[in-house]
């Protein structure tokens, strides 16, 4: 069984993946690329636009492109590495007894 790379920052999860699904649409290029905002705070996790590309499949699943090494940054987090290569992201949920919703941060 070959093991996955994933790298964690609260509630966002990448998961590196081979590629980017041929399925999924480029999004507009941006200085910083908000990866997930907090609903709490207001903080966002983010990258640098100028090293990475997204896309989203039909579904609305998020892939990023890291072109070079860089950084996912969070005001509350230290900074998690990632190199270059394909990642889904993936907003991180949580149980509770009367539902299942995101991990708020």
Do not use: C, F, W
């Not at 999004?27 to 966002?44: C, K, N, P, Y």
């Not at 940054?73 to 949920?93: I, K, N, S």
């Amino acid at each position: 069984m070959r093991h996955q790379k994933i790298y964690r920052q609260g509630d966002v999860l990448l998961v590196r993946v081979p590629r980017v699904p041929k399925a999924a649409t480029p999004q507009g290029a941006a200085s910083r690329i908000v990866l997930a905002e907090g609903e709490v705070t207001g903080h966002a996790h983010t990258i640098d636009g100028r090293k990475a590309q997204v896309s989203l499949d039909e579904g609305g699943v998020m892939y990023v492109t890291i072109e070079e090494l860089t950084e996912v940054r969070h005001q509350e987090h230290a900074p998690v590495t990632l190199e270059p290569g394909a990642y889904r992201v993936v907003r991180q949920r949580e149980y509770a007894p009367d539902e299942i919703r995101n991990v708020a941060d």
